[in-house]
């Protein structure tokens, strides 16, 4: 009931073969809960706060782990767009049909382009970037691996990474389970959501693994709707003080 153990089995959506309605559908309700929950305006508003320390000469790049549909990137295009900020967005995924569904989500944003990438993979890289976000997909990974990935890819990240978390909590479950039914969310985004929660991080677990990092800077925050902000600078960073 309390969930005091991370489980790790994968989702339906983790198969990067899946294509066609169900997966469009699961991604137009993922948008929805994303919207819902805050997690749209959570993390764009980290983002637009860190663009703040960028001369606007030359674009900042900023890439997305896991992207899925894209609805993250889009909301950070249409701020800067309001705030003059030049930005370059790529988003990384490893279903291509997800990211074919992502180009035709966001036609408009020329800022915007999406690139496949197994993330997990041993010999995944990171592209250089000045900020690196993503949006519950830290959970994918063991403690361990996440340690591992985290210290060897924030070499590439020149200013800060953020990252929107689920946690791991009984009252979360019990409220994806009555809203995703009352919204009729499919049986896979049901079972999807639930899961993701189960493979979610407490805050004790998160805070463990991100003070193992060397070399960095950690702020960790709550969020509303059970969610943990994480942002990490590069103690290289030139806007690190």
């Known amino acids: 009931m309390f969930l005091r153990s ?3 089995e994968t989702e339906q959506l983790d198969d990067f073969r899946l294509d066609g309605p169900t997966l469009h559908r699961s991604l137009r309700e993922l948008q929805r809960i994303n919207h819902l929950f805050g997690n749209v305006r959570i993390l764009s508003r980290a983002v637009m706060a860190q663009l703040a320390a960028f001369d606007n000469k030359e674009a900042t790049t900023i890439v997305d782990l896991g992207c899925g549909s894209g609805d993250v990137l889009a909301a950070i295009a249409k701020k800067a767009r309001m705030r003059k900020q030049v930005v370059r967005l790529i988003g990384l ?4 049909n997800s990211l074919a569904f992502a180009e035709k989500c966001w036609p408009d944003y020329s800022e915007l382009s ?5 993330i997990m993979a041993a010999d995944f890289r990171l ?5 690196l976000i993503s ?3 830290l959970y994918h990974f063991t403690d361990q691996a996440l340690q591992s990935f985290l210290q060897e890819q924030l070499q590439f990240v020149r200013h800060a990474a953020i990252f929107s978390e ?3 909590h009984f009252l979360a479950l019990h409220l994806f389970k009555i809203v995703s039914l009352l919204l009729g969310f499919s049986p896979m985004t049901r079972q999807d959501g639930q899961r993701a929660v189960r493979r979610s991080f407490k805050r004790i677990e998160i805070d463990k693994i991100l003070q193992s990092l ?3 800077k950690i702020e960790l925050q709550s969020k509303w709707a059970f969610r943990h902000l994480v942002t990490i600078y590069p103690r290289d960073d030139k806007y690190f003080d």
């Open 214 to 216: 060397s070399r960095v």
């Open 114 to 118: 999406f690139q496949q990438a197994d």
């Open 135 to 137: 949006s519950h997909f």
């Open 93 to 96: 995924d490893a279903n291509p």
């Open 166 to 168: 689920l946690e791991r």
């Open 127 to 131: 592209p250089p970037c000045d900020i």
């Open 6 to 8: 991370r489980i790790h």
